[in-house]
């Protein structure tokens, strides 16, 4: 499978429990961005990493979330005391290069918060 | 005003016809211009990409960009009922590699 991967594809955790969301790139890709889509709403920017680096964080919210993209291994997005609010779909994206480059997605992991 | 504006639709189109998406952004120095197609409860598809003025057709597709006016659109010939999806349109401001991405607009193909 050459294309993004993302799991679990589907996650469940209870207000205040850890989330913890994978994504390994496309085959050749080094470069890595999250999004996340609220019901109903557009698909907005999280982070964008390099590995072992941060990039951009300009989309995270300032308190629970976190991402690493560590040199061995896939992208980890985590989100720590999930409330209801964290329930959505979370898409990984990744390309070749940054400036500009194409960004070819996950299939996302629908997280719902009970 | 937002950062990328589409109409939210729906676009409803016979089988057959040419469905024409429209996409404005506000930041003048963007560079990269792309469109997704999204299914409901699947992940956002890219469609096309462009970086300069002018039209780029790929098949069915042909994408069409006016830096001057902030204006990107997506033109589909001969819609198909499996082309009814959402439509987002996604630009990369200049110095930066993520994606503004607009609401979306859905399109309904009908036979």
């Known amino acids: 499978n050459a294309g993004v991967m993302q799991n679990p594809r589907h996650l469940v955790r209870r207000r205040g429990q850890e989330a913890r969301l994978r994504c390994s790139p496309m085959?050749?890709?080094?470069?890595v961005y999250w999004y996340r889509q609220l019901p109903e709403e557009g698909l907005k920017f999280m982070v964008y990493l390099q590995k072992e680096n941060i990039i951009d964080e300009s989309g995270m919210p300032k308190e629970r979330f976190s991402a690493e993209f560590p040199k061995e291994g896939p992208s980890i997005l985590r989100i720590q005391q999930v409330v209801r609010g964290d329930s959505a779909a979370y898409f990984c994206a990744s390309s070749l290069a940054g400036d500009g480059y194409e960004q070819f997605f996950g299939p996302g992991t629908r997280l719902t918060v009970l | 005003q937002k950062e990328v504006e589409q109409n939210s639709g729906p676009l409803s189109v016979p089988e057959g016809a040419i469905a024409s998406l429209n996409c404005t952004y506000s930041?003048?120095?963007?560079?990269?211009f792309f469109w997704y197609r999204q299914y409901s409860g699947k992940s956002p598809e890219l469609i096309m990409s462009?970086?300069?003025?002018g039209d780029k057709e790929d098949g069915r597709f042909t994408a069409q960009l006016n830096k001057a006016s902030q204006y990107v659109s997506l033109l589909i010939r001969d819609s198909q009922p499996s082309d009814s999806a959402t439509y987002l349109c996604a630009v990369s401001p200049w110095s930066t590699d993520k994606l503004i991405f607009g609401t979306g607009t859905r399109l309904q193909v009908f036979p």
């Open positions: 085959k050749g890709h080094s470069h």
């Open positions: 930041d003048r120095v963007s560079q990269s």
């Open positions: 462009i970086y300069s003025n």
